[in-house]
């Protein structure tokens, strides 16, 4: 419908009538728009006077609290509201932008213009076009109908408004609720053919706007999560694109290759890193790269280890955009390496038991050496716990918190032990790993390897060894460039290693280098009086392990255990108990869980030995006693010509206190007797 004169003269013959007179108004009127008319109906059930306009308006701390909310609104508005001014400039139009409420938040016009509007209609920033404050009217009829509208002269609910035409369209956020309205005010003589085409473009123009500036927002706040995780990241990461300028990259990347912010800002890769004189150029590679070891020479002119990665990033159809590399210190791949391999020392000086004189003496010892830098030797037979010993100097010195390596040098073939200690390159020999492979020196950087059964080491790798105790660098099989090491050594064997310097068989150079501090490490059998205590730390474990009570040992067990050898030393000692364990229905360990091999030995131990004859002998006197009891007899005189001292007799018939106490209590000898002599 076009707006004419005779449509204006049939507004107001029926706006006299159901809104002036207030006569009932039908359910339809068809000579009025559909949406006027029922807008007339709900101005008209809110009471709105259709004489004056109703103030409604905002005080300044409510407009202030308004205007704050609708920020993004009123910056994405603005340049078209502008634009649109633009065109309508100097014609006695008047634009304004109002909230979903219907509240002005800005006006343009020409000042003289929106003086004489605020004047006559009211209109002001901060007062309210709603229709239930200013019935039928371009704002708050657009709000309610939700689409582009023109209201003419006698279509607006109250009469001043009647000499005006409002082309007003709503505005819509990103989720498509009506967020605002843009209205155009102008004099109903005025040519207003287009006006409504130009504000509906204007308000698609401010939505357009309101989804950029929320895309842009959403880009800013992905681009500054992304921004802070890269920071976040551990590793160092460089992001650059297919010319090679870096575009992202982290601080870590800065410590990782000992370069400055500024080296690294608007840079190219090849500035940075001397692909010609480094083992990787990443313009090189057409596929991603996982943990890769190479070595880069900077800009700096300092040649870095590093573990590298590289992945390709590619757009939807598969074409490179760029490159994200991923550096990491070896030393920090190492360290993983070895938490995964298990490459940490468990054992402290508390593992250790014992209150013998001689462990003590051990422990002493051991805790000086861990104070100290130097390279220790640890001495001792099998099974006498010579690991737990390097385990707990590595754990009480300055490098607890670095690897601690143990390598059987007995255990290893002969081929192998060089590349094990000392790592290779790739393509090094057949078989050998494409990426190359550190060796067990490398690993234990800032930390320690343990060399057991060193007296094993074949002579060839002897010299190769004492080189790295010399020099403090290795090179790896099938490499040229030598590599630091900081590393301290320890070694044990369990084999006479000054003999072995003797027949040719250990390099005598390498034993002095090694043998700074010697530690040696008693056997079994000479620290008897700990038996029992480990005995009884061996039930707690193993009891623990096998789900199992067992309070302890019992007297005739414990006797036997005192009493026998123990060539396997505190090995055999906990398997014996592991086995007696296992064997036990009770809740105490006695004689009959023991293996008969060591029952066997003690008890052929009891028969005279060769010291307590020679001792008889000695003394002068051959004679057997009423029983014919050799043993008793050779007892009786030593504990005489000892005058009842047990420790001298113990040590002139050579057998240990227990057992002399024991055969005491067997044939009912009173001690004292003999101190009376």
């Not at 259709?50 to 340049?79: C, G, M, T, Y």
């Not at 690991?387 to 002969?414: T, V, Y």
């Not at 090491?485 to 369990?494: E, G, K, L, P, S």
């Amino acid at each position: 419908m076009n707006f004419t004169k005779s449509y204006n003269d049939i507004l107001k013959n029926k706006w006299q009538c159901y809104i002036a007179d207030n006569q009932p108004m039908p359910e339809a009127e068809p000579e009025i728009r559909d949406f006027i008319y029922e807008s007339w109906k709900r101005s008209k059930a809110h009471q709105v006077s259709p004489f004056d306009v109703k103030a409604k308006k905002l005080s300044p701390s409510e407009l202030r609290q308004v205007l704050n909310r609708s920020q993004p609104l009123i910056r994405a508005a603005h340049s078209y509201i502008q634009h649109l001014y633009s065109f309508v400039k100097g014609t006695n139009f008047v634009l304004a932008l109002t909230d979903a409420d219907g509240y002005v938040l800005d006006l343009l016009g020409d000042d003289d213009m929106i003086q004489a509007r605020t004047k006559k209609s009211g209109l002001t920033i901060g007062c309210c076009r709603s229709e239930e404050y200013a019935g039928t009217n371009g704002i708050g009829t657009c709000l309610m109908v939700g689409k582009p509208i023109q209201v003419w002269a006698c279509e607006h609910y109250i009469k001043p408004h009647h000499g005006y035409v409002c082309s007003a369209a709503p505005i819509r956020s990103i989720h498509g609720e009506i967020i605002g309205c843009l209205d155009v005010v102008g004099p109903i003589g005025l040519p207003h053919n287009h006006t409504l085409a130009m504000v509906s473009a204007s308000a698609d123009g401010i939505e357009k706007e309101l989804k950029m500036a929320d895309a842009y927002e959403r880009i800013s706040l992905v681009n500054s999560q992304m921004a802070s995780a890269i920071q976040a990241i551990d590793s160092g990461m460089i992001m650059f694109n297919n010319m090679g300028m870096i575009v992202q990259y982290n601080k870590r990347a800065c410590q990782v290759l000992n370069l400055t912010p500024e080296m690294l800002d608007n840079a190219n890769i090849a500035n940075i890193i001397d692909l010609q004189n480094s083992t990787f150029n990443p313009f090189e590679i057409t596929r991603n790269v996982q943990n890769r070891e190479v070595s880069l020479l900077t800009c700096k002119q300092e040649r870095i280890s590093l573990s590298l990665s590289m992945s390709i990033i590619k757009n939807d159809t598969g074409q490179q955009m760029g490159t994200v590399l991923v550096i990491n210190e070896l030393k920090k791949i190492h360290t993983l390496v070895n938490q995964l391999n298990g490459f940490t020392a468990t054992y402290t000086f508390d593992s250790i038991l014992g209150e013998s004189p001689s462990i003590c003496s051990v422990k002493e010892m051991a805790k000086a050496a861990a104070q100290s830098r130097s390279n220790v030797l640890i001495l001792g037979e099998s099974g006498t716990g010579k690991e737990l010993i390097a385990q707990a100097i590595h754990n009480a010195s300055d490098r607890s918190l670095g690897p601690f390596i143990a390598i059987n040098c007995g255990s290893l073939p002969k081929g192998l032990i060089e590349s094990e200690l000392f790592g290779y390159e790739r393509g090094a020999f057949t078989g050998a790993n494409k990426e190359g492979h550190p060796g067990k020196f490398e690993l234990a950087q800032g930390g320690t390897i343990f060399l057991d059964e060193i007296g094993d080491m074949p002579l060839e790798l002897q010299a190769s060894l004492l080189r790295v105790l010399q020099s403090k660098e290795i090179v790896r099989i099938g490499g040229k460039q030598k590599k630091e090491i900081d590393v301290r050594i320890m070694a044990a064997t369990n084999v006479n290693l000054l003999e072995s310097v003797g027949k040719k068989e250990f390099r005598d150079d390498l034993y002095y280098r090694l043998n700074v501090l010697s530690i040696e490490v008693p056997p079994l059998r000479e620290r008897k009086t700990d038996i029992t205590l480990l005995a009884s730390h061996f039930i707690r474990s193993m009891s623990r392990i096998l789900g199992k009570n067992i309070e302890g040992i019992e007297e005739d067990a414990k006797e036997i255990l005192s009493q026998y050898n123990w060539p396997g030393n505190i090995r055999e000692l906990e398997n014996v108990i592991e086995r007696a364990v296992n064997l036990t229905s009770r809740t105490t360990i006695g004689k009959s869980e023991l293996p008969p091999s060591i029952i066997q030995a003690v008890q052929a131990s009891d028969s005279p030995t060769q010291s307590e004859q020679s001792a008889v002998s000695g003394s002068g006197n051959n004679s057997e006693d009423s029983a014919g009891n050799r043993s008793y007899q050779l007892l009786v005189e030593a504990l005489a010509a000892e005058r009842g001292n047990v420790s001298r007799t113990s040590e002139r018939l050579g057998i240990p206190k227990r057992t002399l106490y024991r055969r005491i209590k067997r044939y009912n000898i009173n001690i004292n007797e003999f101190r009376l002599l």
